[in-house]
């Protein structure tokens, strides 16, 4: 059976999430979140950068959350989470599916890092609001994106919407507001109401 690799509230949600709306099982196997482990050799083994998801499929170990996800569709191939291979509605979906870790994750990452993760002595204050900013921008994009649809690829529910949701979801933790932006917002309710969003999230 698919082994996943878990820490609450990281990527390795977007992972079970996708699982969960497939309906694929899965075992998952929640790991410590601190350095101590995740540079254990036995995590090493796993993962060699010593960070979550990984996941184990009858011995096939990969690690990153996008690849694990395009992996996972093409092995469930003609879902309903992902428009028809080689069609335009693909090369748009694709194009949101990478956007979410490509663009929004980095951003995410420096206000993490240097308001929570770094020692205090080594954040940086002007990069946070320099991320700030540039997630205020993307908001902008999203928010203009949504308008009149339910999905960020038109009104299907798609994997596009897995990888995105996850930022949304983690911006919430982390006490990034895109409140005033109606269609983001609502969005991010409509995901956050599924089900399948629900049981990943379960710490």
């Known amino acids: 059976m698919l082994k996943v690799y878990h820490a609450p509230n990281t990527r390795s949600i977007r992972v079970l999430w996708l699982l969960e709306e497939l309906g694929v099982p899965y075992d998952k196997e929640t790991v410590e979140f601190n350095p101590a482990y995740l540079q254990s050799p036995k995590h090493l083994a796993i993962h060699p950068l010593g960070k979550v998801p990984a996941i184990d499929d009858e011995g096939l170990i990969l690690n990153e959350s996008g ?57 940086i204050p002007a990069v946070v609001d320099d991320a700030k900013a540039t997630l205020a921008k993307l908001f902008k994009l999203l928010d203009h994106e949504l308008e009149g649809r339910d999905y960020i690829c038109g009104e299907t529910f798609t994997a596009a919407d897995i990888m995105l949701g996850y930022d949304l979801n983690l911006c919430k933790l982390i006490q990034v507001s895109f409140d005033e932006y109606p269609n983001l917002s609502a969005y991010f309710e409509r995901l956050s109401a599924r089900p399948a969003f629900k049981r990943a999230t379960v710490k």
């Not at 694709?94 to 490509?102: G, K, T, Y």
């Open 67 to 123: 690849a694990i996800v395009q992996y996972i569709l093409a092995k469930h191939a003609g879902s309903h989470l992902e428009p028809k291979l080689g069609t335009p509605a693909y090369g748009k979906y694709l194009q949101w599916l990478h956007f979410a870790e490509a663009t929004v994750m980095p951003p995410i990452g420096q206000i993490v890092q240097h308001s929570f993760r770094k020692p205090k002595e080594e954040r």
